[in-house]
C-alpha cells in the first residue's frame, strides 16, 4: 500500500503549492524588547518549509507563534480564510516535533501515537488499526510495546513523527529535531525525514539552524536574523543569489571584494578592485561588493584568461579536508582582502604545492554575487 | 594501574577512617544496640517467650489502638498530600512573589515548635475557641461544633504539622517534569484537564507515593499533637507504648508493641521503595 491510498493520508485541503497559511505582518514583543518584527510570509500546501537562522533570531519564537504556544503583539495568522492568531494549541490540529521529541515516558510507543486519536475520541478498533498502520509504516512493529527509554535516538523520532502525523494534521512543526544528536545519526535521520515528507504529502514547517540541514533538506528556506526574515527562496535561490550579506555569509562561506567605479550595463554590473575590474550578470542598484563562493573560483599559477574576473593573491596556508582542500589566500593589492579557495586536494597537491610563481583567482562573471 | 590502585588505597583508608567509619559507629550506638534492647525487653519481660506478641496479636483493646492509628494517619497523608501538591504546584510554577510566599510559608513551620503549634489550634478549635464563638456570635450556630478532642482535632493538627514535610519531594519530582512533554500534549490536542490527569498527575506519581509515605510513617511516632489535640480521648500508639513503659511499668507489652511498629514500617519501606526511586524525591 502506497500513501496516496491510506487513508491516513488527508491530502491537504486544496492542491499542492497553493497558499495554506498566510501570515501577516507578524510583530513579538518582549516587553522593550522586538523578538520579531513584521514577519511575512506564505506557507504553501504540502511544501517542507525551512525556518534558518541563528539563535536569538526570532526563528523559534515564530515557530510557537505558529504552534499556539505564545501569541503575537501584533499581526495575523489565516489559514483557510479562518484566523488562527489567537487559537490555542490543541485547537490548531497542527503535528509537532520537538527538541528531544517530548514522548511521554510513561506510555509506550503505541500509547504514545494513539495519544491525538484517544484525544480526538476515535472509535477504540479504529485506532488500533490506525496505530498498527503507521507502526508498521514507520517500521516500529517489534516496539510497539516498549517505553521511549528503551528505545535508540532514531527510534524515538519515528515514534515523534508517527505521533505527530497519525491525526493527520494541517501542518507538521519540527523544532531543531537533531541538534542533540551526532553527526551520523543527523545525516540518516534528515533522509528519514525527507522520505516521511514525501510519503506522508503534509506540510512540514522545519526550523534549525544548521545551513547545511536547511539546504538539503527544504522546499524553501525562509531566512531569520534581527527578528526579520531576511530572504525567502528555494535553497538554489539563496545560496545563488543571496539578497544580504548577512544570508550570503550564512549559508556559506564567502570572499567579498568591495569595489569602486561602479558601472550598470544591459550585461550586468562591474566595479574596479585593486585595478582589477570584476563583472557580475544582473543588477543591484547601490551594490558596492562583488563576492565569489570558494567552491566557484579557479587558482591559477599564471595569469587567467580575460573572460575571467581575476585577482592576484598570495599564499598563507592551507586546510586539509580529505578529498579537499581549502586554501587561505590574500590579495596582493593595497586591500589585503582574505580570500579562500576550496579545490581538489589531489589537484592541490600536483600543481600548487610545490609552486614559487605568482599565483591568482578567476572566475566566471555569472557566477559573481552582487552585494550592497 | 598499579600505582593508582597503591597511591589511592591510603587515601581510601583515611576517607573510611574519619568520614564513614564515625557514622556507622553513631547508628549503632545510638540506634542498633538500644533497639537490640527493646527487642530483648520484648521477649523476656516479664519472662522469656513470646507471649508479649501474643498478646499484640489477640488483645482487642490494642487493635483498636492500631486501627485508629492506621486510620487517623491515612487520612493525615491524604489531606496532606493533597495540600501539599496545590502548595508545590505554585511553589515551581507560580509567579515570582507567589514562589517566595510559599518558600516562607512552608519553611515557618519548622521554627516553630510542635507543642506551640497544638496548643494555638485548641486556642482555635475548642468550644470557647475563635471559630466557636465567631460562628455564635454571628449565629450561625448555636452550640460549639466539636472540632477538638477527638480525631478530627487530631488530624487537623497533624495535617498541619506534616505538609511541609509532604511539599519537598513534591517540588523535586515537579522541578523534573519536562515541560515541553505537556506542550506536546497540548500540541496532540488535549485540553488542561486531559493534560494533568493523563500527563502530569502520572509524571508526578512517583512524588505523590513517596510524599504519601512519609507522611504516613512520621505519623505513626505522633504523641505530643494526639495527647494535646485528643484531649486524652484519642489514644494512638505512640501514646500507648509511652504509657505502657513510664507509667504501667508494662515493658515487656511496650517493647513488644514498638518491635512490631518498626517492623512494619520496614516492610512499607521495602514496598514502596519498588516503586518510587528515593533519591528522584531528594534532589
Redesign the interface.
Known sequence: MTAKDSDLVTPPAGPEGTVQIEVKDITKRFGEFTALERVNLQIRRGEFLTLLGPSGSGKSTFLNIL???DFATEGQLVMGGKDLTFT?????????V???Y?????LTVEQNIA??LR??KIRADEQKRRVAEVVRRVGLEDHARKYPRQLSGGQQQRVALA??LI?SPALL?LDEPFSALDKNLREQLQFEVKRIHREFGSTFVFVTHDQSEALSMSDRVAIFDGGRVQQIGTPEQVYDAPGTEFVAKFLGQLNLFPVTGQQHGPAGVSGLFEGNLLRAAGGKPGFSKIGIRPEHATLYDAEPPQAQNRVAVALRGTAYHGASVLVDLVTTGDQRADVVLQMNAAEWAARFAQTTAPLWIGWPPEKSLILA | MATATRRTRPRRLSIWAFYIAPLILLLLVSYFIPLLGVFSWSVTEPELGVSQYLRVMTDPGIHSILLRTLRICALTAVFSVFLAYLLAWHWVYGPPLRRKIIAFAVLVPFWISVLIRAFGWLALLRPQGIINSTLTDVGLISDPLPLVRNELGVIIGMVHFMTPFAVFPLVSVMRQV?L??L?????????AF?RFFE?FL??TLPGIIGAFFIVFVFALGFFITPAILGGGRVVMIAEYIYTQMSQTANWGLGAALATTLLGFVLLMTWIVSRFVDFERLAK
Open positions: 504552534a499556539g504556544f490555542p494549541p490543541e485547537d490548531r490540529n497542527f503535528g509537532m520537538f527538541q528531544g517530548a514522548l511521554f515516558p510513561h495519544f491525538p484525544v480526538r505521533r505527530a491525526f512543526l | 519536562d515541553r512533554i506542550q506536546a500534549a497540548s500540541g496532540l490536542g488535549a485540553r486531559r500527563i502520572p509524571l
